[in-house]
């Protein structure tokens, strides 16, 4: 098989979340465990840093391995989803696996792992964690796939772990309350090992104390935080919602440090300002064209949506366009309730399974006051906004990673860069 096989093999032959939803989540740990003993337990030869939440856990993930790159540690980060290509999932020190590992792995495993029925994610963790082994990597950063408990994830005891905040997302899995949804996101507090908060409510707070308490470990709440160690930080990723990132990585930094890890003040601020460039982070408030202005963001959640709509009420423009798509296993009407009326609507989907037909979401929106047009495809979308927009315009894209991805692939035909 040659990389596009094995991809294919990869998305047909094992259920991908990302392509069909629910149908692909395993509930449980049976399969990573026997996986994880397969592979020689390779979580065990790195020290681990565990990142979970609902928005924003991304973001973290990719600016606190930007950090450790810059202190000059060979950093593992696994992230998901991927955007573009699949192996955005799996980094060391910013570059992605390479295609001949992914299918050495597959053609050398497939006997051993077809027999098990793994989930896409099962098979990819375990990739990842064989491979940040094989590199020798010095830490890995670890992004939660979906919840925290049964993630496939926590089988690893990290030095740190970090829980970014709570909103509504996969409550079909999580739970219905944001209580439920905390307690499954809490799972990865762990006896003993430090557990930064970054964002609270009044019905989350008590769930993190209660679990911190149970497994006796160190909790520490971000936004109670309010020293500034580093006066003037300079981001590179500009959205609204990076205030509250930046907060509970400061903390994760100071935490780490207490752990013994190197990050001394230029390491940090490096970090921050380079880390899409030493990461290969996309999608997140990117700008990809001036005159009219284009930005794309990943936000596609009640609690992402609302930065995004924050965001877009800070820009100047003579009118605003939105391209949007979503998922169907989405709170669509919530999020759609969030959006600005005075905007001119383009709605499309992505090409996935989940995506939602555009008629179907023209109508909901139409129920709260959006009206636009509809189109079959991304590029079609984005080419009618930038045919009607004047170079003062504001064109938004998002609604869905899986609207960015579509966009991001298709760059050069819509003369984006």
Request: glycine share 8%.
């Amino acid at each position: 098989m040659d990389y596009q096989d094995t991809l294919s093999y990869l998305y047909n032959c094992i259920p991908m979340f990302q392509h069909v939803g629910g149908s692909a989540y395993k509930e449980g740990l049976e399969n990573t465990h026997i996986l994880d003993e397969h592979f020689g337990h390779p979580h065990r030869s790195f020290r681990c840093i565990h990142v979970g939440g609902t928005n924003g856990k991304g973001s973290c993930s990719h600016t606190l391995a930007a950090i450790l790159q810059e202190a000059g540690y060979k950093v593992g980060l696994y992230t998901s989803p991927h955007l573009v290509d699949f192996r955005e999932r799996i980094r060391v020190n910013g570059q992605v696996i390479p295609e001949s590992y992914v299918v050495r792995f597959v053609e050398k495993e497939r006997s051993f792992f077809e027999p098990l029925h793994p989930s896409f994610f099962e098979l990819t963790t375990a990739m990842a964690f064989r491979y940040f082994a094989d590199e020798r990597v010095d830490v890995a950063i670890v992004e939660v796939g979906l919840g925290g408990r049964l993630d496939c994830t926590n089988i690893i005891r990290p030095d740190l772990c970090i829980i970014t905040n709570i909103s509504f997302d996969h409550t079909q899995f999580l739970g219905d309350t944001l209580e439920k949804i905390a307690a499954e996101k809490a799972g990865i507090i762990k006896s003993g090992i430090p557990a930064i908060i970054g964002e609270t409510t009044p019905e989350t707070k008590p769930v993190f104390i209660r679990k911190a308490n149970e497994a006796g470990a160190p909790l520490f709440f971000a936004e109670e935080d309010q020293e500034d160690y580093y006066p003037r930080l300079e981001c590179e990723l500009k959205g609204a919602y990076q205030t509250k990132n930046t907060r509970t990585l400061l903390s994760a930094i100071r935490q780490l440090q207490e752990a013994g890890y190197r990050l001394d003040e230029q390491a940090v601020r490096s970090g921050f300002a380079h880390v899409c460039e030493l990461t290969g982070l996309k999608g997140r408030w990117q700008k990809l064209q001036d005159a009219p202005t284009l930005i794309c963001d990943t936000g596609h959640n009640v609690g992402g949506i609302t930065y995004v709509v924050e965001q877009l009420k800070q820009q100047p423009y003579r009118k605003l366009h939105i391209v949007i798509g979503m998922v169907n296993d989405k709170d669509i009407r919530s999020v759609l309730a969030l959006l600005p009326q005075d905007a001119e609507y383009y709605f499309t989907k992505a090409s996935v399974k989940r995506a939602m037909p555009e008629e179907e979401l023209a109508l909901l929106a139409t129920e709260t006051g959006l009206h636009g047009n509809c189109y079959p495809d991304v590029p079609s979308a984005v080419r009618a906004a930038q045919e009607k927009s004047l170079p003062e315009d504001f064109i938004f894209v998002g609604g869905s990673n899986f609207i960015v991805a579509d966009l991001l692939a298709n760059r050069d035909t819509l003369n984006l860069h």
